[in-house]
């Protein structure tokens, strides 16, 4: 086979990290976190990951399914949180989505 590389060999020399980093520790973590506490992992800090993604990254995600109403002050998951769990989307969609069905649109 054949391999087309869209970068220079000095870009590749100088540039390029030698390895990529993982999604999940560059990635928006809402959705990730949502479906561990709708399987029943409740210590989401402590969670035993491949590649640890920074606790930072963690907390925004559980502070951003707070203010969307899928966790209540523990940070347990809520009713609404069950809900916005069944859908394989950002929980931001997920809730714009039940709203719209509970406002009628």
Known sequence: GKCYRLYTEHA???EMMPMSVPEIQRANLGNTVLQLKAMGVNDIIHF????PPPIQTLVNAMETLYSLGALDE???L??????????PLD???SKVLLAAVDLSC
């Open 12 to 14: 590749f020399k100088t």
């Open 48 to 51: 035993d990951f491949m590649d």
């Open 74 to 76: 523990e940070g347990l």
């Open 78 to 87: 809520t009713r609404m949180g069950r809900r916005m769990a069944e859908f």
């Open 91 to 93: 929980p931001t969609l």
